[in-house]
Nanobody
Framework: QVQLVESGGGLVQAGGSLRISCAAS????????VGWFRQAPGKEREFVAR????????SYADSVRGRFTISRDNAKNTVYLQMNSLKPEDTAGYYC????????????????????WGQGTQVTVSS
């Protein structure tokens, strides 16, 4: 059983940067692919980015590609999401999720394929 805890959220001005983290415990974290999802009030949860267990492959939603970077440090059992050039529309609760499944790039965009979820961290971007 893997436990995930997000941190690093906060309030930032448009154009600014923020790095959020997802710390894992309770399992062999290096065996899990990790995704970041976000959910704004009144909207469905949406895929943001994911990274494979080795960190050798990443993928991003079109809305964040070129601005966000996902990375991981398996020695620290942590996955990061560096967010640059933030926009007000990036405002949402951000959730990390982990899966031991081997997912295609398309499958990795689906929240249903992830088995473990954190409680989320709020990111608010002011205009």
């Amino acid at each position: 059983q893997v436990q995930l805890v997000e941190s690093g959220g906060g309030l930032v001005q448009a154009g600014g940067s923020l790095r959020i983290s997802c710390a894992a415990s309770g399992g062999t974290f290096s065996l899990y692919a990790v995704g970041w999802f976000r959910q704004a009030p009144g909207k469905e949860r949406e895929f943001v980015a994911r990274i494979t267990w080795s960190g050798g492959s990443t993928s991003y939603a079109d809305s964040v590609r070129g601005r966000f970077t996902i990375s991981r440090d398996n020695a620290k059992n942590t996955v990061y999401l560096q967010m640059n050039s933030l926009k007000p529309e990036d405002t949402a609760g951000y959730y990390c999720a982990a899966t031991g499944r081997l997912l295609s790039t398309i499958e990795a965009m689906g929240a249903r394929w992830y088995d473990y979820w954190g409680q989320g961290t709020q990111v608010t971007v002011s205009s």
